[in-house]
């Protein structure tokens, strides 16, 4: 069985800093490249952010670049966001994915699994 098991949402104050986790079983990050996804009330699912696990090349949407990084741990399966300097305007359900998403446009159409997603809430 697929599953996508996220962790580490929560209510930040603005400028703050959340560390998202997500962790893969029935399928691994080799064969499906891992990507953060978000999606704010009223708004249409955006990507945030994916990696290339063959060469480590770590793609960002411009909002986020320079405040939020992207890792993988290959052994344990699992990707991590670390989301510094939150805004009001981060405040969304933060979803983890796996697919044929490790290229700058992050698309969620070429998505082949999803978590079930983390709610961040930045106050401001």
């Known amino acids: 069985e697929v599953q996508l098991v996220e962790s580490g949402g929560g209510l930040v104050q603005a400028g703050g800093s959340l560390r998202l986790s997500c962790t893969a079983s029935?399928?691994?990050?080799?064969?499906?490249?891992p990507g953060w996804f978000r999606q704010a009330p009223g708004k249409e699912r955006d990507g945030v952010s994916s990696?290339?696990?063959?060469?480590?090349?770590?793609y960002y949407a411009h909002s986020v670049k320079g405040r939020f990084t992207m890792s993988i741990d290959n052994a344990k399966n699992t990707v991590y966001l670390q989301m510094n300097n939150l805004t009001p305007e981060d405040t969304a359900v933060y979803y983890c994915a796996g697919g044929n998403i490790a290229t700058i446009a992050i698309a969620p159409e070429r998505v082949n699994f999803w978590g079930q997603g983390t709610q961040v809430i930045v106050s401001s």
């Open positions: 990696i290339s696990v063959s060469d480590s090349t770590a």
């Open positions: 029935g399928f691994t990050f080799d064969d499906y490249a």
